[in-house]
């Protein structure tokens, strides 16, 4: 059986990227990842992470392109991620997490990543860096 999807989105603005922590469940709260969710039925991961930005953000973003590589979760999930714009809107923690915050390239080492996301992430630094 093929895994599900589980999407995450690398907001970037002005060179910095967007980390939210964890306010649930027990074992993830107080660790950061890249906001997203799963896929519902019938959706595109793009979708999925259109609206999984605005629920849990309030925003309204646009995935850019994806980021190479799949991650696994928990049984049965592998994490895709893609690089997205913020089109308008201001990001707060609306659900799932209870704080937000741009990271400069050089500031990325000093949030506690879930380990799942920390790929993700180093990838996204290096395009960050190369722009
Ligand atoms: O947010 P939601 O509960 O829909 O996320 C589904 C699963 O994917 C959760 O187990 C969550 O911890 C995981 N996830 C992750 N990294 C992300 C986004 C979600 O490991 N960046």
Avoid: C
């Avoid at 991650?71 to 609306?94: C, E, H, K």
């Amino acid at each position: 059986m093929n895994a599900r999807v589980v999407v995450a989105g690398a907001l970037y603005d002005r060179g910095r990227l967007l980390a939210a922590r964890r306010s649930a469940p027990p074992e993830f709260a107080g660790r950061w990842e890249l906001p997203g969710g799963k896929l519902e039925p019938g959706e595109s991961p793009e979708e999925a992470l259109v609206r999984e930005l605005r629920e849990e953000l309030g925003v309204e973003a646009e995935p850019v392109e994806r980021v190479p590589g799949e991650w696994p979760l928990g049984p049965g999930y592998v994490l895709q991620v893609w690089t997205a714009r913020l089109i308008s809107g201001q990001p707060s923690p609306l659900e799932d997490h209870d704080e937000l915050r741009w990271l400069a390239a050089g500031e990325l080492d000093t949030v506690d990543w879930l380990p799942q996301d920390r790929p993700a992430v180093e990838e996204v630094a290096r395009r960050l860096l190369r722009d």
